[in-house]
T-cell receptor, first 112, second 114 residues
């Protein structure tokens, strides 16, 4: 069964600190892996998209890694800001937009 | 203005009522999708459409129907709402070129069925 599992479910960090969110998946066939940020009351917004051959991709203070052998991905946030408070969703594509498998998300709270 | 607009943003309805959620987009995309999001679960695909004449069931289509009135408009209907359809609903659009194409989500419709 295609699944995407994220950990932790929730995380609280202090402003300025770094954090890493984890994503494990069992999706076949694998097409690409995406990380989305979802602010409360809003739709998800894409942070990164990585294909099988990409190991790392950055978007400002966000850096995603992908290990296709172990089927794991991580999202590292550097020097966190209050505006980083949101849910972060890992999404794996099994071949198209009708085949996106969404994780349940990690809810991050950044406190001053 | 938002690229993907959903109306209404919030709705409370009674069990058994028919309700329509509307989505319009200015991205010029052919592909549109309806998802629902429940607490503790990932988004799940309800229906999708790759062009005006194309409608496909997603993972959880039972109890829902859709209409693609135009390239820019994709509506989701609950013919007879039930409480377990209480959820956050998202419309999304994407371009055609390959699975790495970006998807754009609306701001969501929070539906409560009482």
């Amino acid at each position: 069964k295609n699944q995407v599992e994220q950990s932790p479910q929730s995380l609280i960090i202090l402003e300025g600190k770094n954090c890493t969110l984890q994503c494990n998946y069992t999706v076949s066939p694998f097409s690409n892996l995406r990380w989305y940020k979802q602010d409360t009351g809003r739709g998800p917004v894409s942070l990164t998209i990585m294909t099988f051959s990409e190991n790392t991709k950055s978007n400002g203070r966000y850096t995603a890694t992908l290990d296709a052998d172990t089927k794991q991905s991580s999202l590292h946030i550097t020097a966190s800001q209050l505006s980083d408070s949101a849910s972060y969703i890992c999404v794996v594509s099994a071949g198209g937009y009708n085949k996106l498998i969404f994780g349940a998300g990690t809810r991050l709270a950044v406190h001053p | 203005d938002a690229d993907v607009t959903q109306t209404p943003r919030n709705r409370i309805t009674k069990t058994g009522k028919r309700i329509m959620l509307e989505c319009s987009q200015t991205k010029g995309h052919d592909r549109m999708y309806w998802y629902r999001q429940d607490p503790g679960l990932g988004l799940r695909l309800i229906y999708y459409s790759f062009d005006v004449k194309d409608i496909n069931k997603g993972e959880i289509s039972d109890g829902y129907s859709v209409s693609r009135q135009a390239q820019a408009k994709f509506s989701l209907s609950l013919e007879s709402a039930i409480p377990n359809q209480t959820a956050l609903y998202f419309c999304a659009t994407s371009g055609e070129t390959g699975s790495s194409t970006e998807a754009f989500f609306g701001q969501g419709t929070r539906l409560t069925v009482v």
